[in-house]
Nanobody, 121 residues
Framework: QVQLVESGGGLVQPGGSLRLSCAVSGSGFRINAMGWYRQAPGKERELVARIRSGGSTIYADSVKGRFTISRDNAKNTVYLQMNSLKPEDTAIYYC???????????????WGQGTQVTVSS
């Protein structure tokens, strides 16, 4: 079994900060890339940030310079540090993880349950 548990969402004022966490539990697999996506009401789900196992990262243009993605491989956890938050950052944020099974090498993707981030004064 592979499970993803997200935490860290909430209500914050414009200019504030939040840190999202996504912890992966289970056994018999290794993690490849990890990422964060978000979906606002009436909009398509979009990639926010992605980090590969080697540490390389990509960001959506709208969050560059404000958000930072990182991972702790020992804890099987990915983080999203969000600074200088804007109202347009309001969305449900989803964790996404790619894994491969040690025996056989099959690859799978998993999604977290989503956590609400609301930026409002």
């Amino acid at each position: 079994q592979v499970q993803l548990v997200e935490s860290g969402g909430g209500l914050v004022q414009p200019g504030g900060s939040l840190r999202l966490s996504c912890a992966v539990s289970g056994s018999g697999f290794r993690i490849n890339a990890m990422g964060w996506y978000r979906q606002a009401p009436g909009k398509e789900r979009e990639l926010v940030a992605r980090i590969r196992s080697g540490g390389s990262t990509i960001y959506a243009d709208s969050v560059k310079g404000r958000f930072t993605i990182s991972r702790d491989n020992a804890k099987n956890t990915v983080y999203l540090q969000m600074n200088s938050l804007k109202p347009e950052d309001t969305a449900i944020y989803y964790c996404n993880v790619g894994i491969y099974v040690v025996v056989g090498g099959d690859e799978y993707e998993y999604w977290g349950q989503g956590t609400q981030v609301t930026v409002s004064s």
